[in-house]
């Protein structure tokens, strides 16, 4: 099994900065991408950003700029550090680590129990 523990989050006025952290542990298979998603109140969870194993990294389009995400593949932690916030940037936020399962040859998805982001303006 794999388990995801989330910390950070809370709440900021605009403008400000907030940091989420997220570590992963259980049965990780090295090849793997791990990211952040939000929720906001009454919406879908969309992508906000992630990296891949081999550093490769991608972004909403509304928080490139403002956002940055860093891993540490040897501590199976992901960083999400967030600047300049929006009160659009409000949301639960929720760590993802998905990979190829060899063996079962299916890929899994994994999910923390989220993190709530608020923004005031």
């Known amino acids: 099994q794999v388990q995801l523990v989330e910390s950070g989050g809370g709440l900021v006025q605009a403008g400000g900065s907030l940091r989420l952290s997220c570590a992963a542990s259980g049965s990780i298979f090295s090849i793997n991408v791990m990211g952040w998603y939000r929720q906001a109140p009454g919406k879908q969870r969309d992508l906000v950003a992630t990296?891949?194993?081999?550093?490769?990294?991608n972004y909403a389009d509304s928080v490139k700029g403002r956002f940055t995400i860093s891993r540490d593949n040897a501590k199976n932690t992901v960083v999400l550090q967030m600047n300049s916030l929006k009160p659009e940037d409000t949301g639960v936020y929720y760590c993802?680590?998905?990979?190829?399962?060899?063996?079962?040859?299916?890929?899994?998805?994994?999910w923390g129990q989220g993190t709530q982001v608020t923004v005031s303006s």
């Open positions: 993802n680590l998905n990979f190829y399962d060899v063996f079962t040859e299916k890929r899994n998805f994994y």
């Open positions: 990296i891949s194993s081999g550093l490769s990294t």
